[in-house]
């Protein structure tokens, strides 16, 4: 859902530490900064600043900018004295890894200061998508300018001295209408920062938010708190957002007991142009977060982030005594954000009480190295006493951390509810002495010895608390396949069969880089075509998730759009009796489902989900399979969040205008219609295991439930382990038999169901047949998709830039492996004795030279202006040539010393086209194959 706590406060620490924060009182003398910024074409996403620093008192200098994976790009650097004499800097850059986030700091050493005023002129180039390395889309850009807008955090926008800063200023050179959103007091034309003891912290973290901006004002307790949003927005959504906004802060601050000096500053977000979220930054006095569509999970983040306020941010926060009581930092937020927003009724369905018990669920089992498992086998053991939690800094246990901690203090909520009384009474006593001494001895002070002698066991032992829940199952609801005495009468048992598909993502084939890869849909095609010979009345079901989402490209471009066309036709040429719609079906919004679904003749159900009153599709299909005519009714049940944060909100915003209806609710209203007309009645859909077993599997007159949702989430107890099981099983449960899908995209299932003498399912089976290497395919089918990449269709085609790991990919051109040789002679005829010097061939070979993302990967330079050009295979540099590794080499020709080349490919690089996916890359195997030896001509002259 929204972003963890360890990365939303770890990103905060580590900026802090880059910049040198120590969190010491500020001196009495130190430097002062002053920035004035200037946005002359937003359209060409370029700030411009001119900086001066004063009061300089030091003949060295290092000043840090800071950016997510260096998509802020810092140029045209140019340092003088008060005169106009140019001052000499020199470049250092630092990555450090915090979660998937690469932060980058940029340093510019400056030395023989000899005045004490210089002056700094840079642009920042911003607008682009964080890790977009591979062609994989974050939904998120670091930074963004428009005719409109432009933001941007400090962090990657203001250079900051590491430490002794007195003062610092904003001042801004706009367009006309536009005003700047900021927590600082102004001062004339300047925003003014001063008398700041974590003023370094505020200038990583401030959000500068310019635009065509609307922004109010309300007094709440001592705090003015200001919503900032775009002007352009639906007045009657900017009334309700700024309503909520403050109700939110009056429902925080009073949870705390206290809403603390100053101003805070909610600023609401646009999206861009191409649908990216704005990357911005959290802070005691504001947050910038996209907001429309309004949906809960946007509440639910905008509600953590401000109480962080109170619990994270040195400004205001609370203080802990000992490490043990750590993980209240992580449980305080969302527990309190899931109570103000379901208090406030902005969760609607939404029952994000559901995913906190689900994540805790798992992070206190047990973990099976099985999927589908009939013994367990446990491969890690999770803390038990609460104050464990706070032990270790792994990554691991902050997930723990995260998942086990706001359920701990819901469980002490729902304790004290039951004698009228809640946690945020703790929050106020905590609050109002500013600190936490000993969190269980608080406990006592407030609530009684009695209460924390009541609870102390559940804190020694945090399983005990699932126990008292009820949220364990016993090992005996596993379930199975056939009821004992099945085959007592062989000769009534009559078998009905379905080949079953389901998450195939528009999957059209492998891409041939690795041996044995599974799965493509003319393998698919070939054994459809030999079981339907076998057996005609064979029932062909798609469970849902078909709809195409590339593991490169998380949105649709026109490509995958085209590719995902021809998968559908051959989903209709393939004969499928029925579809169900489940998550990715939505994705890409109920428009281009329409689209698509009204190519095709196969049937593809839904019965549940509406929109403007009417079911986006037929809700159920009638087959005829032999004797037996059924019923299939499609059930979309709405998704716990189980996806990256990001996706999930794309997501959430592709489907604010479906209502999806009540899953157990709809099944029962068309249950009796469907007993009436068939024989046998199943629904395929999305539908939570959970969900099918404490309440579907309990309606009469479901024969079978077939889901793509296999997560299940449950907790069983062996003895004294409790372990969760994160599939679940095929079988029979509640006389009703059940079937989850499980990798589908590189395999099928074929199920056999037997039918007894009463016309009812006593039993069943179900067979995984992996698409590998030995399954042929289907020749019409390979025929269909070899035409379909051809040169018309690559010419659509856009093809991602690699390599944006390292900036010398933009900033130079490629020149080719001919201009290499002139001078590397040695390395060159090594290099062509690799593979990577005829992997293009291995293109032509399998007529994919027109498949951008396997192009992408055979050639050199592919999606920048000076690299190869899609579809031409005489281009001069096809194949993997010196520049793919090295970084291109226009300007190394030109100065060698003054423009050196990647000497020693790193990993990081080899991986964007060697990745899991494609290749079964070893780095200490695989390099030794392509490194060169050290002897060319421009060192032999050199030496000479």
């Not at 140019?86 to 850059?93: A, L, N, R, Y």
């Not at 998120?140 to 001295?161: E, H, I, N, R, W």
């Not at 126990?467 to 396949?481: A, C, H, N, V």
Request: proline content about 4%; overall charge negative.
């Amino acid at each position: 859902m929204f972003r963890p706590i360890y990365y939303r406060i770890g990103s905060v620490l580590v900026w802090m530490f880059l910049l040198g924060y120590t969190g010491c009182d500020m001196p009495s003398s130190g430097l002062s900064l002053s920035y004035t910024i200037t946005i002359s074409e937003a359209s060409e996403q370029i700030l411009d600043v001119e900086m001066v620093i004063e009061n300089i008192d030091q003949s060295e200098m290092v000043l840090g900018l800071g950016t997510v994976d260096d998509f802020a790009h810092l140029r045209a650097f140019r340092v003088t004295d008060i005169e106009g004499r140019e001052i000499v800097s020199k470049d250092d850059v630092r990555r450090i890894k915090v979660n998937i986030n690469t932060l980058t700091e940029l340093k510019k050493h400056l030395s023989n200061l000899q005045t004490e005023t210089i002056k700094i002129h840079y642009q920042v180039q911003i607008g682009n998508e964080i890790h977009a390395q591979h062609g994989r889309q974050s939904f998120q850009t670091f930074g963004y300018a428009c005719d409109k807008f432009a933001v941007m955090p400090g962090s990657g926008l203001l250079l900051t001295p590491s430490n002794n800063i007195k003062s610092a200023r904003l001042k801004f050179q706009l367009p006309a209408n536009w005003v700047v959103s900021i927590p600082w007091r102004q001062q004339g034309s300047w925003f003014v920062l001063e008398n700041d003891e974590y003023l370094a912290g505020s200038l990583a973290n401030v959000t500068l938010y310019m635009g065509e901006l609307e922004q109010r004002t309300r007094k709440i307790g001592d705090t003015d708190v200001i919503v900032s949003l775009p002007k352009e927005w639906n007045e009657i959504s900017k009334m309700e957002i700024q309503e909520t906004a403050f109700e939110i802060f009056e429902s925080v601050a009073d949870a705390f007991g206290k809403s603390s000096q100053g101003k805070y500053i909610f600023q609401f977000l646009p999206k861009t142009s191409d649908g990216l979220f704005i990357a911005s930054s959290n802070w005691s006095n504001s947050q910038g977060i996209s907001i429309l569509p309004p949906t809960p999970v946007k509440w639910l983040e905008c509600t953590q982030n401000l109480i962080d306020r109170w619990v994270t941010f040195p400004q205001h926060r609370m203080t802990y005594q000992s490490p043990e009581d750590y993980w209240l930092i992580d449980g305080i937020p969302p527990f309190l954000a899931w109570k103000v927003c379901a208090n406030l009724n902005l969760l609607g369905d939404y029952n994000y009480q559901d995913i906190l018990v689900k994540r805790y669920k798992r992070s206190i089992a047990e973990y099976s190295a099985q999927n589908q498992i009939s013994t367990f086998k446990p491969i890690s053991q999770p803390a038990r006493d609460v104050h464990e939690l706070s032990q270790d800094r792994s990554v691991l246990l902050r997930r723990f951390r995260q998942a086990v901690a706001p359920i701990v203090i819901s469980f002490l909520d729902d304790e004290l509810g039951q004698s009228g009384r809640n946690f945020e009474e703790l929050l106020k006593y905590e609050y109002a002495k500013g600190n936490i001494e000993d969190f269980e001895s608080d406990l006592q002070k407030v609530f009684g010895e009695n209460f924390r002698q009541s609870v102390t066991e559940y804190l020694r032992d945090i399983r005990k608390i699932a126990i008292k829940k009820q949220w364990i199952d016993l090992d005996d609801s596993i379930p199975k396949f056939r009821k004992d005495g099945l085959f007592s009468d062989q000769a009534s048992i009559d078998t009905l069969q379905i080949f079953l598909t389901g998450n195939t993502y528009g999957f059209i084939e492998h891409c041939g880089c690795k041996a044995n890869q599974n799965g493509g849909i003319a393998r698919r095609a070939k054994l459809i075509t030999e079981y339907k010979k076998r057996n005609p009345n064979l029932l062909l079901v798609d469970t849902g998730n078909f709809y195409s989402f590339g593991k490169k490209s998380y949105r649709m471009t026109d490509f995958v759009d085209r590719e995902f066309e021809l998968y559908m036709r051959l989903m209709d040429k393939l004969q499928y009796d029925v579809a169900a719609i489940s998550f990715y079906e939505l994705y890409y919004g109920e428009a281009f489902f329409q689209k698509h679904k009204n190519k095709v003749d196969f049937p593809i159900i839904c019965a549940n989900v509406l929109k403007d009153g009417k079911r986006i599709a037929r809700p159920y299909v009638s087959l005829i399979a032999g004797d037996y005519k059924i019923g299939v009714l499609g059930i979309f049940e709405y998704p716990l969040e189980r996806m990256s944060e990001r996706k999930w909100h794309t997501f959430l915003d592709q489907t604010t205008d479906l209502e999806f209806q009540d899953p157990v609710e709809t099944i029962r209203h068309f249950i009796p219609k469907l007993q009436e007309e068939h024989d046998l009645i199943f629904l395929i859909g999305s539908m939570r295991p959970s969900t099918i077993k404490d309440k579907i599997a309990k309606i009469e007159g479901i024969d079978v439930i077939i889901s793509t949702n296999k997560d299940f989430y449950r907790l069983m107890r062996s003895e004294d382990r409790i372990i969760d099981i994160e599939y679940d099983l095929s079988g029979f449960y509640e006389d009703v038999m059940i079937f989850y899908d499980v990798n589908s995209l590189y395999s099928v299932d074929m199920i056999d169901l037997f039918i007894g003498s009463k016309g009812k399912i006593v039993g069943g089976k179900i067979a995984k047949t992996p698409l590998s290497d030995d399954v042929e395919e289907e020749i019409n089918v390979r025929a269909t998709i070899d035409k379909f990449y051809s040169e018309e269709v690559a010419a659509l085609a856009e093809i991602p830039p690699l390599m944006g790991s390292d900036k010398r990919f933009d900033k130079a051109s490629f020149v080719g492996a001919q201009k290499c040789a002139t001078c590397h002679v040695s390395q060159t005829q090594q290099w062509k004795s690799t593979k990577h010097a005829s992997a293009f061939n291995t293109l032509l070979d399998v007529k994919r030279q027109y498949h951008p993302e396997c192009v992408a990967c055979h050639v050199t330079g592919s999606g920048y202006a000076s690299g190869y050009k899609m579809g031409d295979s005489k281009h001069p540099l096809i194949h993997v040539q010196c520049e793919m590794c090295h970084g291109p080499g226009s300007e190394h020709i030109v100065n060698p010393m003054q423009s050196p080349m990647i000497k020693t490919p790193t990993k990081e690089l080899c991986v964007q086209c060697h990745d899991q996916e494609h290749s079964d890359f070893i780095f200490s195997e695989y390099y030794p194959r392509v490194q060169h030896t050290l002897t060319n001509a421009f060192s032999q002259a050199n030496s000479q």
